[in-house]
């Protein structure tokens, strides 16, 4: 049992430092992606609404589709840490009311205790945790940015 208390430790620390030496790149490569979702969609459907869609057309899809693989390479790793993550609390949680001898089942709960009290997180210099949310939220600010480009550029930039 002291074991995974060693190892529990391990990994909360690999993740602080992870989010500690990691964020600054990966804020800027987010960001990035952020950008590139909202300028290749923009010049995609404005050579869809000009009615040809060409070789440039083609080519602005595998961007997208290229830039939406980029934020899932960032963001999937980290959701499935932790995924894992709930999974193995719900587990130390099933085995603290499970018959043991005392020392167990004190350990047992102090390791409980430590996964309801210090969760992990993975975050870009503390602005936005990196799970599954981002990609939403990230649909959301893309969406929202090609309205507007479209609005200051009127009917769809003819």
Not at 70 to 90: A, G, H
Not at 92 to 118: N, P, R
Not at 133 to 142: D, F, H, P, R, Y
Request: aromatic letters at 12%.
């Amino acid at each position: 049992m002291i074991e995974l208390l060693k190892v529990y430790g391990k990994i909360k620390d690999s993740v602080e430092i992870i989010n500690s030496s990691a964020s600054n790149g990966v804020l800027l490569l987010i960001l990035s992606c952020l950008l590139h979702l909202v300028v290749t969609p923009y010049f995609l459907l404005l050579e869809i609404f000009k009615g040809k869609f060409s070789f440039f057309g083609t080519l602005q899809v595998l961007w997208v589709l290229g830039h939406i693989g980029r934020l899932l390479i960032l963001v999937e790793p980290c959701q499935n840490c932790l995924d894992e993550y709930k999974i193995t609390s719900s587990l130390i949680s099933e085995m603290a009311l499970l018959e043991f001898d005392k020392e167990t089942k004190k350990l047992l709960k102090h390791f409980a205790s430590q996964f309801f009290y210090a969760e992990i997180s993975f975050h870009a210099c503390g602005f936005f945790a990196i799970n599954r949310n981002l990609l939403t939220s990230v649909c959301g600010a893309v969406t929202t940015y090609l309205v507007i480009l479209f609005q200051f550029n009127g009917n769809g930039g003819n």
